[in-house]
């Protein structure tokens, strides 16, 4: 029983995690002065979603999924695949795992500014894990998964999420821990 509760926990992690990339490194790349670092509309979103910030969401899920591909191919992980990483298209993945994820936080933030909340403001668990429902629901276009594996995304994603941001916040690359 514990085997087969691991196995689908790293099934699922190693699935979703295209899109947990595309979510945590406009944070790392945040303060680099890269192309596109103005907001999108500072009004209506906020100052920190950019088009940086949309742009690096596609890009790092894609090289992540192509990375994922290499392993695979080169024998490493096959067993906690869930993709055929041979009959996919990296660019289109890509998309459907990092952006829709930053699309939903996108309007989020839209609704946060309507509602008078700071930009730095969680809204614990649910900023966690409706990420992971949104990317689910745009990657089942193309790809879907087991029941199991959403639950264990579901469960897992909120702690894994605070962790990170406690390390964020930790190593200076955030303001707030949470």
């Given at each position: ?9 790293f ?27 103005f ?26 999924l ?20 041979s ?12 952006v ?23 809204l ?9 429902i ?45």
């Amino acid at each position: 029983m514990m085997n087969w509760v691991l196995l689908i926990i790293f099934q699922a992690l190693f699935f979703i995690f295209p899109a947990w990339i595309a979510n945590m490194f406009p944070v790392l790349l945040r303060k680099l002065p890269l192309p596109g670092s103005f907001p999108i509309h500072e009004k209506r979103f906020g100052k920190n979603k950019t088009r940086k910030w949309l742009i690096s969401g596609w890009f790092w899920a894609s090289l992540v999924l192509w990375i994922q591909s290499l392993l695979v191919k080169a024998g490493y992980l096959t067993e906690i695949a869930l993709i055929d990483y041979s009959s996919i298209s990296f660019v289109l993945y890509g998309f459907l795992f990092g952006v829709w994820a930053l699309v939903w936080d996108l309007i989020e933030s839209f609704v946060k500014r309507r509602m008078w909340i700071a930009p730095w403001w969680a809204l614990f668990p649910r900023d966690q894990i409706d990420r992971v429902i949104w990317s689910l629901l745009f990657i089942s276009l193309v790809f879907s998964i087991s029941r199991a594996h959403i639950w264990a995304l579901l469960i897992i994603t909120p702690i894994l999420h605070a962790l990170t941001n406690v390390l964020w916040y930790m190593i200076w690359l955030k303001d707030v821990w949470w």
